[in-house]
């Protein structure tokens, strides 16, 4: 089969690979129909998530139908039509009892960081990911939602990840009705979040990003006010006095690793590793919210450690809270919101490409370049 894989820091392409087969019982193999590009694979590309193996495959947002099936698999059949949460998980451990299935202890059982993940390196398992022909999804009747026969593909791929994703993000923010809240990053997890707060009842959201057509995409999205930090000042000093001068009740940076707006967290984060990437985000967010407020981390940072801001955290009496998407408690919540028509979750995509294009896919998305914010491959054509 064909399929995207990492050859390096900046670079991928698409290659022969060996068709997935059933490993385990609980195993199916999906055709993939859509696969979407993250701002997480964008950590992979840049060479900054470790234990990135040459020829891994990427992707961990995808639909497929199923093509083969293990003997222990009971709810799925050749022939249905799934999205998969991109966390890998056992649906049995401690974690996944309680609902944490993207904390699973059973789906990376040499880490006790990270579970699971598709396509992203061995850190997460070393699964394959979905941006390719065929995928081999594991614990087949834990992950996959069946898709509503009357509902596209594209209609529901992102509740593979940002839209639950962004929907952690506002419940992490406890946003119950009125909360005036700031989303760093507007870019797909950002947007998502910011339409989720509307949905729990904010009474002020404000998006911070400094790529003017994002911000304009994020007005027009998700109806919210925005800041472009690169035009002010300084961005805390702004925000606290756009909010009567103590902050907004709640930050979420959607932003993670790869921030933009600090030097010096860039030289030690980005370029010397001293940090596991650019926690600028986390200390604007803990600097802007107001005393009491709080802090909801969904942008991705390595272990194992930062340079953050406890100190003012712990004064102000912050709440900072934050993880990984338990993705697949969303999904049923969140397929309804998509079928009522309270979120357009398909609205975000600007780009589609074949496969074969996907090297060209990954460096648009990543210098932000022709206004994208989503791109979504088509392994098998428009099917
Ligand atoms: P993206 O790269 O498309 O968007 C990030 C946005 O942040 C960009 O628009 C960029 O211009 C902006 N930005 C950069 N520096 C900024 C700053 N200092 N302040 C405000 N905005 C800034 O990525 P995405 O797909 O939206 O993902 C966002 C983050 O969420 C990534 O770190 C990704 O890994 C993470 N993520 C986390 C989970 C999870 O389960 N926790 C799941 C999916 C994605
Ligand atoms: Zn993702
Ligand atoms: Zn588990």
């Known amino acids: ?11 991928v392409q698409v290659e022969q690979k060996p068709d997935p087969r059933i490993e385990h019982p609980q195993d199916v193999v999906l055709k993939v129909t859509r696969a979407a590009i993250c701002g997480s694979d964008l950590h992979l590309l840049h060479g900054l998530v470790p234990d990135t193996r040459v020829g891994c495959t990427f992707g961990h947002e995808f639909t497929g139908v199923v093509e083969e099936v293990g003997k222990e698999v009971a709810q799925l059949k050749k022939g249905d039509r799934v999205v998969v949460p991109f966390n890998i998980s056992c649906g049995t451990c401690f974690y996944c009892q309680r609902g944490l299935t993207g904390n699973c202890e059973n789906s990376n059982p040499g880490s006790d960081v990270a579970s699971g993940v598709y396509g992203y390196s061995h850190t997460t398992g070393g699964f394959d990911g979905g941006q390719a022909e065929y995928v081999r999804v594991p614990f087949a009747d834990v992950g996959p939602m069946k898709i509503p026969d009357d509902m596209d593909d594209e209609s529901v791929l992102f509740l593979s990840d940002i839209l639950p994703t962004g929907y952690q993000a506002a419940e992490m923010g406890e946003i119950k009705g009125g909360e005036t809240v700031v989303v760093f990053g507007a870019g797909p997890v950002g947007l998502f979040a910011m339409k989720s707060a509307w949905l729990m009842g904010a009474g002020r959201v404000v998006a911070v990003d400094h790529v003017p057509y994002r911000l304009e995409f994020a007005r027009k999205f998700a109806n919210v006010e925005t800041v472009n930090f690169k035009e002010v000042g300084d961005i805390v000093l702004h925000l606290k006095e756009m909010f009567e001068g103590r902050g907004p009740d709640v930050c979420i940076d959607a932003v993670g690793m790869e921030a933009e707006g600090s030097r010096a967290h860039r030289v030690l984060g980005l370029g010397l590793k001293l940090e596991a990437g650019a926690p600028t985000v ?14 909801s981390i969904i942008g991705v940072y390595g272990p194992p450690w930062n340079f953050v801001p406890i100190g003012t955290a712990m004064n102000k009496g912050l709440t900072l809270r934050m993880n990984q998407a338990n993705t697949r408690r969303y999904m049923p919540h969140l397929l309804e919101h998509i079928q009522k ?43």
Request: contains cysteine; glycine residues 10%; hydrophobic residues 35%.
């Open 1 to 11: 089969m064909r399929a995207l894989t990492y050859q390096g820091p900046y670079r």
């Open 341 to 383: 028509g309270r979120i357009d979750a398909k609205g975000i995509i600007t780009h589609r490409f074949p496969l074969e294009q996907a090297p060209d896919a990954y460096h648009l998305f990543a210098q932000k370049r022709d206004g994208c914010v989503k791109c979504v491959l088509m392994p098998h054509g428009h099917a």
């Open 282 to 295: 986390i200390e604007w967010c803990i600097n802007t919210v107001r005393k009491g407020g709080n802090v």
